[in-house]
């Protein structure tokens, strides 16, 4: 790893834009009130945004812009190339629609590379906005409550007791959405892998497959929601599924016995938190309850055919 010398900050947050007007100007300003303990730049790279992404980026002077064609873009590649363009010793990347949701999240996200020089990559909690339709609301907070306690960090590294795929992909699991990872790794050992969807499954898999440590900071969290309506989630599970496979990471096929027990158990599960939930009105409850098993009915439908559909596996 680089010496403490070659480093002119602790820390880099990279945010990748491409026409993010809708929440840059609240998530910049949430960056720049971080109380941390360390110092720490803000780099910007831009797409090729047609909106008031620029202007709102020229608004802080404080903020580092890069800018690329549009068509450079990669998920990977451009994470490569915020790693290379960082000063910081540690990588910190957001999306364009991820909000820093306390002034303690870059202490919270970065701590955990002090407890081992193993650690190399930490994942960061996400919270839905206030504003997300409340089904996918559970599904957010059911998904990061399964990673560890609120109170703890929870570390992930590879071990026999990973007996199948199943358990290999829970603990590999990665989302760059809110994520940190050492500057040298990702500029050396461990860069993301160029693929069109999943690099972050991947440089998941690739930490713990080298021996390293995936750390899960639960209390750096992220105000994180994708809107989309019930007819677009099957389409969004079935490019999920698919994009996994790409990039050779196993799915298993439900069977339809199985699709109807999750739907079943889903369905009542949930109909049960909307109306117990204080957060949701009486109309949003109704809409819920009504739309309630179409969600688990589309999400369980487009797993079935991302699975099922043909595809090139990645490097093929």
Do not use: C
């Not at 802080?60 to 960082?86: C, D, M």
């Not at 309506?229 to 999920?240: C, G, N, Q, S, V």
């Not at 409850?285 to 487009?302: E, F, I, M």
Request: hydrophobic fraction near 40%; proline fraction near 4%.
């Amino acid at each position: 790893m680089a010496s403490e010398k070659e480093y002119e900050f602790d820390a880099t947050v990279v945010i990748l834009t491409y026409n993010g007007e809708q929440h840059l100007e609240e998530i910049l300003n949430a960056v720049h009130a971080q109380r941390y303990g360390g110092t720490f730049e803000t780099l910007v790279i831009d797409s090729g945004s047609t909106d008031s992404t620029l202007d709102i980026i020229a608004k802080n002077p404080w903020v580092r812009l890069h800018q690329i064609p549009n068509s450079e873009f990669g998920h990977g590649k451009t994470r490569n190339l915020g790693a290379h363009l960082a000063k910081g010793r540690y990588v910190v990347y957001l999306t364009h629609d991820a909000t820093p949701a306390s002034d303690r999240w870059l202490h919270e996200i970065t701590a955990p590379f002090d407890i081992s020089e193993r650690i190399v990559a930490v994942m960061g909690s996400q919270a839905p906005r206030a504003d997300a339709f409340p089904l996918l609301r559970y599904d957010v907070k059911n998904t990061f409550a399964s990673f560890g306690p609120m109170h703890g960090t929870t570390l992930f590294y590879d071990d026999d007791f990973i007996q199948d795929e199943g358990v290999r992909n829970a603990v590999t699991f990665y989302s760059d959405v809110n994520s940190a990872a050492r500057r040298s790794v990702l500029t050396g050992e461990i860069p993301y892998r160029d693929v069109s969807y999943a690099e972050d499954q991947l440089l998941g898999r690739d930490v713990i497959d080298a021996g390293y440590i995936k750390a899960y900071a639960p209390r750096a969290v992220v105000w994180h929601s994708n809107e989309m309506t019930i007819l677009e989630y099957d389409d969004r599970m079935f490019e999920e599924t698919q994009g996994l496979r790409e990039v050779g990471i196993d799915v298993a096929l439900p069977s339809i016995p199985t699709v109807i027990k999750l739907v079943v158990g889903g369905v009542l599960r949930d109909a049960v938190r909307l109306v117990r939930d204080r957060e949701v009105t009486t109309k949003r409850k109704l809409h819920g309850l009504l739309v309630n098993p179409a969600y688990h009915v589309q999400r369980w439908r487009g797993v079935r055919r991302g699975v099922r559909s043909a595809l090139k596996r990645y490097g093929e």
